[in-house]
RNA sequence: GGUGGGGUGGCUGAGUCCGGUCGAAGGCGCCGCACUCGAAAUGCGGUAUGCCCGAAAGGGUAUCGUGGGUUCGAAUCCCACCCCCACCGCCA
């Protein structure tokens, strides 16, 4: 959620942001229109309750006299004005939460992916002295991704990993919780529902809201879309002291995601499935230090990328296409060898006080006493699913076989993936 | 699913039977001051948040799980719901 004060200090610098994002700027305008007429409404309901509470103190002195049919009076013009000032409410909040966060000024301005700018490539694509296959043909040969037997017991955009895939995946939930909890990042497993409530103060309402999330209906829950959604709230409503930030996790969880407005697109195989598991980093940072942090979480995924020996760019993503909820957001994106392209792996997000406004994470600073904002970021450890997909392609061997990276070989026990 | 107990400020915990002087005792923690070479201990003082008005000082208002009701007035009475804890049952 934005500051109503920001918007109502920087009218035209919020108009300006939201406008990068795509979204209508006219809702500013309503938005504070309504703002002004709640504000007007507020002050004289607070002008009638103080003088209900004097006339009810002068009761209490038992003098009576005048006083009850003041105040019953007094009552009568409340109730009808509470009604009024609780509706007009309502409908200013109800434009507040339709306004993204605020991109840095320095965000690259643009629509879509499309206009993501290239920071850097990092590592050096395979030279293979065949034509290097798409990970579905490798991995269905032998026999480590079955779609076909998943799609009859859950229906498409599910994957069964199985033999050396599943292995590859432990071995990378380990690699990654071993590098990143060496950081300091605390390891934690959350669970995987959540309430609407919830999930609409940590700014997903857009999750619910465009049928992205599975509903558990007999229980109003939600499946998140990332462990995000639940670490998050992991501070909701407390107030930390100023010693306690950086306060750092790394989850694991399974993510779900019904992919909706996606159709078509990357049916095949299991990059973009309703069911997915990913380690994720989340921190609560002072709000000075969220853009160094945003970049110390970017580099603890480069190192991961790195040791894998993946190859990869960084992108910054333009204020189009980026989360609604981000004022910065970094995508790496690796390099898949079958479609001579670089695919997102990861993303990287500094949400500022955006979410921490909606779960009332605050924090008091030293020799203070009014708590403030902390600033939250989150950012992909390893999608795993696609992590496989690209350690597949990048690493098959001209005998239809897949070489295991050689940092994950502790893990796997083998320095080939396991065959069905 | 069953039975019982409970949700009060940063934490703990009184108040709820018998509605008004209760934004709410006491304790802990925290901040300041005093004492001290310094610290501990002790003493004194301070210490919730949101919203609105105000340049500020300050003022108003709301908040005792949530929503509704009764009342001139609700932490306190009534109704519904949510959540937590304990034990039992079931269960990975």
């Known amino acids: ?64 006299k005048g006083a009850l049919s003041r105040a019953r009076l007094l009552k009568q013009q409340i109730t009808k004005l509470s009604d009024e000032e609780t509706h007009l409410k309502q409908q200013r909040d109800v434009l507040l939460e339709k306004l993204p966060n605020i991109p840095f000024d320095d965000v690259p301005v643009g629509k879509n992916d499309k206009d993501n700018v290239e920071l850097r490539q990092v590592g050096k694509q395979p ?127 399974t993510c779900f995601r019904r992919e909706a407005g996606s159709y078509g ?26 853009e160094e942090e945003h970049q110390f979480l970017l580099a603890i995924q480069e190192c991961l990328m790195q040791k894998l020996e993946l190859p990869y760019r960084v992108v910054e993503v333009c204020t189009g296409d980026m989360t609604w909820s981000d004022a910065r957001q970094y995508d790496i994106e690796t390099w898949l060898p079958s479609e001579k392209q670089y695919r ?17 994470a605050r924090f008091i600073q030293e020799g203070m006493n009014k708590p403030q904002y902390m600033h939250t970021l989150n950012a992909t450890g390893f999608a795993i699913g696609r992590t496989i997909v690209a350690i597949i392609e990048n690493y098959q061997t001209k005998q239809g076989t897949v070489r295991v990276p050689p940092v994950l070989q502790s893990w796997t026990g083998s320095k080939e993936i396991d065959v069905i």
């Open 127 to 253: 030279e293979f002295d065949f034509k290097p296959k798409d990970y579905l043909t490798v991995a269905e040969q032998l026999g480590i991704i079955d779609v076909k037997r998943a799609a009859v017991v859950a229906g498409s955009r599910f994957g069964y990993l199985l033999g050396g895939a599943a292995r590859l995946e432990f071995a990378l939930i380990q690699f990654a919780i071993e590098t990143i909890t060496a950081e300091g990042f605390i390891p934690v497993v959350p669970p995987v529902m959540i309430r609407p409530e919830i999930m609409r103060r940590m700014g997903k309402g857009t999750f619910i809201d465009d049928h992205d999330a599975f509903r558990i209906d007999e229980d109003d829950l939600y499946l998140v879309g990332s462990s995000e959604h639940t670490i998050g709230p992991l501070h909701i409503d407390e107030t930390l002291r100023e010693k306690d930030l950086p306060r750092r996790y790394v989850g694991f969880s």
């Open 1 to 64: 959620m934005l500051d109503i004060n920001l918007i109502r200090e920087h009218v035209d610098a919020v108009k300006e942001g939201v406008a990068k994002k795509g979204v209508d700027s006219k809702i500013v305008d309503k938005l504070l229109r309504r703002d002004e007429v709640w504000r007007e409404k507020a002050k004289a309901l607070d002008d009638l309750k103080a003088e209900q509470n004097e006339v009810t103190k002068e009761i209490a002195k038992k003098h009576t």
């Open 344 to 360: 997102e792996t990861h993303s990287c997000s500094n949400t500022t006080d955006f979410q921490a406004r909606g779960i009332r």
């Open 265 to 290: 697109r990357d049916t095949r195989g299991i990059l973009r499935v309703h069911q997915f598991d990913k380690v994720e980093m989340f921190s609560f940072v002072h709000p000075e230090k969220s």
